[in-house]
Structures are given as structure tokens and as C-alpha cells.
């Protein structure tokens, strides 16, 4: 490597470096990133080595990779200098324990190097910075006094780095980075005094091993006070200083104490130490709780971070999540990101453990207090200037349905307007699925939703919740879904939109349109790396039947018929299936507990208790959104033998834009349109229906027949989805236009779902969730079905009557009449059998001719009502009169 008319006496080491060496390598072992850093090298050019930090034990080190790799000794003079060796440092450290950093030497001998360039201009120096991390990751079975020993950012003394190596000398990494021409970089520079020219060079590499050190352990936030000095002494933090001294009349002084005070209740006190001492006890607690950890797609998120601020935005279903998902990012290399935890959190103990592993707090609402509202907002704004992850969920609380909830935008708005503030680093956004088979808030979520209070967290509340260690959780996956970029939206709003930069106050008119847009895809991209496991295909299985319960025969084939469905039409190529066949699936499923097995002699009957089906319906919402467009078709044959397939598109369009808002999905009106076709022909191939007239007209079998038991199991699972639609309608429509405002109409539609469920079977709990109503009636004010007047109630039009005769195709006679008599209101308006005719004419199909009904055909009703007894399946009444099979409800 070096030219051969200038190579110097080959100097050997001192002896006592290399007695050091040989002393020190039974405690060392080197990992070198790249493998073979040689090639980066440029042959026949001198190689002067540059490190961090000064030291014997990173000479000893940097010495035995560059023996290893084959590469030049920095032991060695270099060639056509007057150095003795290959190898300066940035700085040294002084003391036992704690070092200072001193900064002369990277100087002089870059100074050194650039005169010596200057006097023979053929000469060239490859200079490769050499990055050495003793105990980056510990193995499992690394001990806690270890741990505390890993690499950090501070600079520590001899003794400290000597116990470094000995307990964590085996994990030891040594990444090299591509050379840099000491020549080349001297011509860009320009005619430049040497001495300039080192302080330049040692200026861009402290910058390059700071990067590379951000990358590998995070970024230096180690020290809680910089961050809130930072913030204290931004000028939108000043400015909200005085103006709450002025509004208030107390003291500058005292207002500063105020916002420090708020400061210090939000900041993260971010402590390398902990975080790697939390993974080594976490490590442990996962391993009593889970039978495994998977995480899918990981690689495709990290090759799309570098150069990117990443905001992680998981979905929300447990406690578990925050600490499942920095323990998995730290296990596989990755910064922990700063977490957005909610004060209720920020208990005795617990609190300041989670703020040293990064959580930061925040209060559940700003309002009232303008001060708090900028400190937070300049945190925030700090956290993504200094390149910072960070991770918060956008649902704004755990779900306790399963579903996704309808995103709060809070957090999206503070980040976007610190990146339009300073949009320095591009911001790209992670969305995450996080699948459970067994939640440790399963029976609190439920009672909650039963109408229960929400229990206040506490100490002693946790200590309590210790025994969930008892149990077993079956396992848990990580799916990183597609990430978003936040500068194509922007440029998407605006192509003016970074003449907005540097404003802190800065509030675009479209600014709220970009923040919703960003919400709803990062909620839609969450749902297209869904985890579909044996227990959600369990529940989506037995929850169709008002019994719970299945023959192993019939569920055997229902489960089969499910992971061929999404097998054949994939949702995203993010979705991932439990490999496990049918009979594993059920095996499985009785192992943790979910389902029973009753035997009889004409076939076992597999059941989920009453206090399990409440359980699973959160783990068949997990996966609804996955199977909706299969259920929309089937929910048109729960009552129909034959319908066209114009209608089950037509009306499936109509339906879309409320399915869409409740499960995010991520198709258009066409898109949907052909999702149904691609449905309707995956159900014709496999016989659940049939389709005759060159394909226009689609019928399923009689309600005996097992084709037919499978659809209507299918369709079961969304039906209850559209009952909550037809409350709202009936509701609405009982009442008469300018009676109800939109609060009334939610709490009649609530009033009215908790007492069917109680009349009718059991619902599952989320059927009477106000958010799930309010949520309905918004989108029906979004698609102008219904609006406000001036006295704030709600009105509507002809639409809306059109709406409650297409749900008539869909619901039962005994459903429909059941919820009208139920909804508290006026006379009921829509009469409904009068419409029943209508309803069924808009399902016929129109272009072709059935013949008449047959006494077989008829005989086939009433052998359908005796049919799968458990079930339980209202079957109207067959008049004498009958209409043929293609106009007659089935």
C-alpha cells in the first residue's frame, strides 16, 4: 500500500505494546465492518489511520483488525513523512475514571501531513477513520455488571476503559469508512495556510464520527439539561415567557420557573446505561410471557431510514408495545427512538425508568394552558432538529376493540411544522402492526366496554398486575408496513411550501388537509402489514355463530376456506399467515386456552365459552379489514338466493365510503369495485356460488348446503357492522329531520344497540361503542347524506330514505323490525314493509328471466330453517303466493 522508493525501515512495535497485545487478546474479539475493509483502499497510496479517541487500548485494538484484515500496521511509520506512526486521534482522555477530551493533536498532524504534501505535490495520504465500539451489544447472557460498562458517549477515563474491555472486550466492533484523499481534499480547499487546513479536516471528521456514532448508539442526548436549556432559550419559548409574565403579572423570573418546571416534567432523560440494562431484564420478562417475538419486513424499513428522521407510528393495543417495540429495535441494532407517553404513566419509580429509556410525557390535553402548549411544541421541534427518532401512537389511547381508532392528528401536526420550521433532514414515517394471540388488558378492555370505569394506573395497581406473569401470551409479531415520506405530500399541498420555512408560528391553510392525509394513510399502511395468526382466524371462524361453537368438521373447512381466501387474494404483499394447516390451528388454539372440545359420538363440537368469544372478537377485528370485501359479498346472500352481480357491486360501492372510514382500507371506489370482482370470482371457483346469464346473475345454494353455510359464515362477520349503520338510519329517519342534533343521535344509536344486544344474542362488546356511531355519523356528514341547520340539528334529504331501502337487501326482516320497534322516536316514517318489494326488485337481477319458483323450491325453505340448528338463523315464512326464487328473500 505504500510506494516503494519512500517506505521506511519496517520499526517494530515497542515491546511492551506488543506483550500488551498479546496479554490483552484472550479478552478481545473483533467484529470488522466492512469484512474486508481492504477493499476501500486505494493500492500503492500511503494509509494514515484516524480515531475517535486517543488510548493504548484502541491502538491495541485498531492493530490487531488491521492484522486480521491484511491491511497496513498502524504501528509503522508513515511513508514519505517524518511520522513515526500510521495512526493519529481526534483526543485524548486524561484521569482514572473520566477523561477530558483535548483537541491539539488532530491538528498537529494534519498539519503535519498537509506541509509534507505541499513540499513534494506527486505525494498523496489516504486518510480512513476508524470507529471502535467496545460492548455495542451484549448477548443475552451478558451479565447486568456488564451491561453498565457498554459504549456511550461519554468520554471515560483509563481504569473505566480497561473494565470496558475486560467485561464487554468480546463484543467489540471495529467499522472502518471509505478512505479520504488527503491531496484531493487539499485542492478543493484552495490556497489555505496548513494549519487552517488541519483545523478544517479535524472539523468535518468530528462530524463524521459523531454521525457514525449517532447511528450506532443513538444520538448524544445523555445529558437532559442541554436539551432543556435548548428549549428554554428558543425564541418562541422566550416570547411565550413574557407574554404569560404579562398576562399573569408575576415576575419574569418566576414565569422562567414555570417553564422549566414544565420542561423537566416533559423531557426524556435519555441514559444509554438503562436502556442497555432494561434490554438485558427484558430479555428475561419476554421470555415468561411470550413463546416468541417475530418482526417482518424489518429489513426493508432499515435500508429506507438512512438519511431520514424516522417517526415510528405503531398501532396501539397493549401497554406491551412501547417496551416490545424499542427492545426489538435495540435487540437488532437500531437507535431506541424517544417514545410520547402519557403522564398517567409517569408514576413513582416507573416514571423516571421509562424517561431514562427515552419516554418523554405528555398531558392529555393542551387546552387552557398556552405556555405548556409551546414548551411541548419546541421539544418536539428540538428532538427532530438534532436528528432524533421517535415513536408515538397516532390513536391517541389503546384500542379496546381491536379495530384501529380514528387517529388523532396531534402529534403529526407538531412534527410536520417542525420539519417545515427547519426541513433540514427529511421525515419519513414507519407505520407498525403490532399482532397479539393473548392480551394482558383482555378482561379490562371488556368490562370497559361493558360500560365499567377505566381504572386509573398506579403503583400499586402495577404491583397487582404482576400476576399476569402466571400466564402464557402465545406470541407476538412485529410487521413494519410501507413507510411514508412527508416531502412528497407537502409538495403535493404546495409546491410553495418551503418559502414557510423558519416560521415557528407558521400555519398554512393547508397544512390541516396534509396532517389528515398523513393520519389516514399511516392508519391504511398500518392495516396492510396485518399478521393474520391462528386466533384471529379462530374468531373470525366461531364468532359467526350466535353459539360459538362449530363441528370439527365444518370448522376444519371454514379455516381452510379462510387462508385459501387470503392466499388467493392477497391484501398487500406486507400481510403475513400463521403456516400452521387447520388441525394445528385448532390444536393450538385449545393449547392457549381459547377454545374447548366437547366430544360426541356423531363428531367433536369445538366451543368458545361465553367470557372467550367477548376475548376474541378483539382478535377477529385485528383482521376484519382483511376479509371485508369477502364479507360484503356474502352479507348480499344472507337473505338472497339469487342476486345480480351489478347489484353486489353497485351497492357495494354505495357501502364502501363507511366500511373504508371504519377499517381503512386502502382501495378507491373503482379499486373496491374490482376487489368484489376478483371476490365473486373466487367464490365461483370454488362453488360457493354459482353464476349463470354469461355471468350477470349469481345465486348460492340452498341453506342446507355446506357451500352456503361457509358464505353465510363469512358474511357473519361484518353483518353486525351494518345493523349499526341501520340503527343510525332508523334513528334518524323515525325522529324526522331538524328533531336530533348529532350528540342526541349518537346517544339514541348507543342507547338502541345496547338494548338489542341484550334482547337479541350476544353482541360483541364494540357493537354499542359511541366512537364507532360518532365515527358513521361523521362520514354521513362528510358525503352530505345529512347536515347541520341553523339551530344545530340535523337534517336530510331524499338520500338518506334511498339508503335505509338498499340496507333492507342486506338485514333481516326481524333485524330491521327489531331495531325500528327498539330506536326511540316519533312513528316509524319508513314502513317497512311497504318497501320490502322495493328492496328485494334493487337485488333481482335485471337481465334475465328465472323461472317460476318450483314446490321443491319452496319445500327447500323450510328444510333450511331445520338446518345447522346451532346456527340459529331467522327464516321469513313462505306465503302460498310466493314470488319466484330470483325476486323472493332467502
Not at 120 to 147: E, H, K, L, N, T
Not at 622 to 633: D, I, M, Q
Amino acid at each position: 500500500m505504500t510506494s516503494s522508493m519512500d517506505t521506511p525501515p519496517n520499526r517494530r512495535a515497542p515491546w511492551w505494546f506488543n506483550l500488551t497485545g498479546h496479554l490483552l487478546e484472550p479478552w478481545l474479539k473483533l467484529r470488522r465492518d466492512p469484512a474486508e475493509p481492504a477493499a476501500l483502499l486505494k493500492a500503492g497510496v500511503p494509509v494514515c489511520y484516524v480515531i475517535e479517541r486517543d488510548g493504548l487500548s484502541d491502538a491495541l485494538i485498531l492493530e490487531r483488525a488491521c492484522r486480521e484484515a491484511g491491511l497496513p500496521s498502524p504501528m509503522q511509520p508513515l511513508a514519505g513523512t517524518r511520522r513515526r506512526r500510521s495512526v493519529f486521534a481526534l483526543g485524548r482522555s486524561d484521569g482514572l475514571l473520566w477523561g477530558r477530551n483535548r483537541q491539539r493533536s488532530p491538528k498537529d498532524a494534519l498539519g503535519q501531513l498537509a506541509r509534507a504534501l505541499e513540499d513534494d505535490p506527486s505525494r498523496d495520504v489516504q486518510i480512513v477513520p476508524v470507529s471502535i465500539y467496545v460492548g455495542r451489544a451484549p448477548s443475552r447472557d451478558s451479565g447486568w455488571f456488564r451491561v453498565l460498562f457498554s459504549e456511550n458517549w461519554v468520554m471515560v477515563g483509563h481504569f473505566r476503559r480497561l473494565l470496558a474491555l475486560l467485561l464487554n472486550g468480546r463484543d467489540t466492533v471495529v467499522q472502518f469508512s471509505a478512505p479520504v484523499s488527503l491531496r484531493e481534499a487539499l485542492a478543493e480547499a484552495g490556497a489555505i495556510a496548513p494549519e487552517r487546513f488541519a483545523r478544517k479536516i479535524a472539523r468535518v471528521l468530528r462530524v463524521h464520527f459523531r454521525r457514525i456514532r449517532a447511528a450506532v448508539i443513538g444520538p448524544d442526548l445523555s445529558h437532559k439539561r442541554t436539551v432543556v436549556d435548548a428549549v428554554l432559550n428558543a425564541e418562541p419559548v422566550r416570547a411565550a415567557i413574557s407574554a404569560t409574565a404579562s398576562k399573569e403579572k408575576i415576575s419574569h423570573a418566576k414565569a422562567w420557573r414555570r417553564a422549566q418546571k414544565l420542561m423537566l416534567e416533559i423531557a426524556a432523560d435519555y441514559s444509554h446505561p438503562v436502556v442497555r440494562s432494561a434490554s438485558f431484564v427484558l430479555s428475561n420478562f419476554w421470555n415468561k410471557l411470550y413463546d416468541g417475538i417475530a418482526m417482518h419486513h424489518f429489513d426493508k424499513a432499515r435500508a429506507a431510514a438512512p438519511g431520514y428522521e424516522v417517526v415510528y407510528v405503531p398501532s396501539h393495543r397493549s401497554h406491551a408495545d412501547y417496551l416490545l417495540m424499542s427492545y426489538q429495535l435495540h435487540h437488532s441494532g437500531v437507535v431506541v427512538p424517544h417514545i410520547a407517553a402519557g403522564a398517567n404513566l409517569n408514576l413513582p419509580v416507573i416514571g423516571p425508568i421509562l424517561r431514562r429509556g427515552g419516554a418523554f410525557f405528555l398531558r392529555r390535553s393542551f387546552k387552557g394552558n398556552a405556555l405548556y402548549s409551546v414548551v411541548f411544541n419546541e421539544y418536539v421541534a428540538q428532538l427532530i432538529d438534532r436528528g432524533v427518532p421517535m415513536e408515538y401512537f397516532i390513536e391517541g389511547g389503546r384500542s379496546r376493540t381491536g379495530r384501529l381508532l380514528a387517529p388523532r392528528a396531534g402529534m403529526l401536526a407538531m412534527t410536520v411544522r417542525a420539519f417545515l420550521r427547519a426541513p433540514r433532514r427529511p421525515v419519513l414515517f414507519q407505520p407498525v402492526y403490532i399482532g397479539y394471540e393473548k392480551l394482558m388488558e383482555g378482561k379490562s378492555y371488556a368490562g370497559e366496554l361493558s360500560g365499567k370505569p377505566k381504572e386509573k394506573e398506579s403503583l400499586i395497581g402495577l404491583l397487582k398486575g404482576l400476576k399476569v406473569l402466571r400466564q402464557r401470551y402465545g406470541h407476538v409479531a412485529l410487521n413494519f408496513g410501507e413507510p411514508i415520506e412527508l416531502t412528497p405530500l407537502l409538495d403535493v399541498a404546495s409546491a410553495q411550501w418551503r418559502e414557510s420555512s423558519g416560521d415557528p408560528d407558521a400555519k398554512p391553510e393547508w397544512l390541516s388537509g396534509v396532517v389528515d392525509r398523513l393520519a389516514q394513510q399511516i392508519q391504511v399502511n398500518i392495516n396492510r402489514a396485518a399478521d393474520v395468526n391462528p386466533i384471529n382466524l379462530l374468531a373470525l371462524a366461531l364468532l359467526a355463530t350466535p353459539k360459538h361453537a362449530m363441528a370439527e368438521a365444518d370448522l376444519l373447512a371454514q379455516l381452510e376456506l379462510s387462508k385459501t381466501l387470503l392466499e388467493a387474494l392477497p391484501y398487500s404483499d406486507r400481510v403475513t399467515l400463521t403456516p400452521l394447516d387447520p388441525a394445528a390451528i385448532i390444536a393450538y388454539g385449545e393449547q392457549m386456552g381459547w377454545i374447548r372440545r366437547v366430544a360426541h359420538p356423531l363428531g367433536d363440537v369445538l366451543v368458545a365459552d361465553d367470557e372467550q368469544a367477548v376475548l376474541l372478537s378483539y382478535f377477529r377485528n385485528n383482521v376484519l379489514h382483511l376479509t371485508a370485501t369477502a364479507a360484503w359479498v356474502a352479507c348480499c346472500f344472507l337473505n338472497n338466493r339469487r342476486m345480480s352481480r351489478s347489484s353486489v357491486i353497485r351497492l357495494g360501492k354505495l357501502i364502501y365510503p363507511f366500511i373504508q372510514g371504519e377499517l381503512f382500507l386502502p382501495w378507491d371506489s373503482e379499486g373496491f369495485g374490482q376487489q368484489l370482482q376478483a371476490t365473486i370470482d373466487f367464490f365461483v371457483r370454488r362453488g360457493l356460488l354459482e353464476s349463470t346469464g354469461e355471468g350477470r346473475v349469481l345465486e348460492r345454494g340452498p341453506g342446507q348446503d355446506d357451500a352456503a353455510y361457509q358464505l353465510k359464515v363469512i358474511g357473519r362477520s361484518l353483518i353486525q357492522a351494518f345493523e349499526r349503520y341501520y340503527i343510525t338510519l332508523a334513528a334518524l329517519a323515525k325522529n324526522g329531520p331538524h328533531t336530533l342534533t348529532a350528540a342526541e343521535l349518537e346517544n339514541a344509536c348507543t342507547l338502541t344497540a345496547q338494548r338489542l344486544s341484550l334482547l337479541s344474542e350476544q353482541a360483541a362488546p364494540e357493537f354499542f361503542d359511541k366512537a364507532l356511531f360518532r365515527g358513521f355519523i361523521q362520514k354521513l356528514r362528510e358525503r352530505k347524506v345529512v347536515w347541520t341547520d341553523d339551530a344545530g340539528k340535523l337534517d336530510y334529504d331524499s338520500a338518506l330514505e334511498d339508503m335505509v331501502r338498499d340496507a333492507r337487501v342486506i338485514l333481516a326482516r326481524e333485524v330491521r323490525h327489531s331495531i325500528l320497534k327498539i330506536t326511540p322516536g316519533g312513528e316509524d316514517r319508513q314502513e317497512a314493509d311497504r318497501d320490502d318489494e322495493e328492496a328485494v326488485r334493487l337485488a333481482a337481477p335485471h337481465d334475465a328471466t328465472p323461472p317460476d319458483a318450483s314446490p321443491a323450491d319452496l319445500h327447500a325453505r323450510h328444510v333450511e330453517a331445520a338446518h345447522r340448528a346451532h346456527l340459529h338463523e331467522p327464516v321469513e315464512p313462505v306465503a302460498p303466493a310466493a314470488p319466484t326464487d330470483a325476486q323472493r328473500p332467502d
